[in-house]
């Protein structure tokens, strides 16, 4: 299992999804912070390499779905921690 770590921004989309009332939004995301948390490689996470752009310190950046087939779909993006069992939380936004 993955301890997973959130940077500010991600804590910040949280903040407004919960302010904005997104119940909904926010059970879809707890789902998939849960999947990504056991195997980030999960089937139904369609977990791709993000390739536009990289970590603070260059790390590769990963997708994950949160919702797929819906207007403005989120998307978890994420990438591997310092030690091998953590995960970083980039950012939880509509895809781009």
Same mark, same amino acid.
């Given at each position: 299992m993955h301890q997973?770590? $959130?940077t %500010?921004?991600? &804590?910040?989309?949280?903040? &407004?999804? &919960? @302010?904005? =009332?997104?119940?909904?939004?926010l059970k879809k995301i @707890? %789902?998939?912070l849960d999947k990504l948390q056991? !195997?980030?490689? $999960?089937? =139904?996470? *369609?977990? *791709?390499?993000y390739k536009a752009f990289k970590g603070q310190n =260059?790390? !590769?950046i990963f997708q %994950? /779905?949160?919702?797929n087939k819906t207007p403005c779909a989120y998307r978890v993006f994420? *990438? /591997?921690g310092t030690d091998k069992d953590s995960i970083t939380i980039v950012a939880i936004t509509p895809h781009p």
């Open positions: 997973l770590e $959130y %500010s921004e991600a &804590k910040n989309n949280l903040v &407004k999804l &919960k @302010k904005n =009332g997104q119940i909904q939004k @707890k %789902s998939t056991e !195997d980030p490689r $999960y089937p =139904g996470l *369609h977990t *791709h390499k =260059g790390e !590769d %994950s /779905y949160i919702e994420w *990438h /591997y």
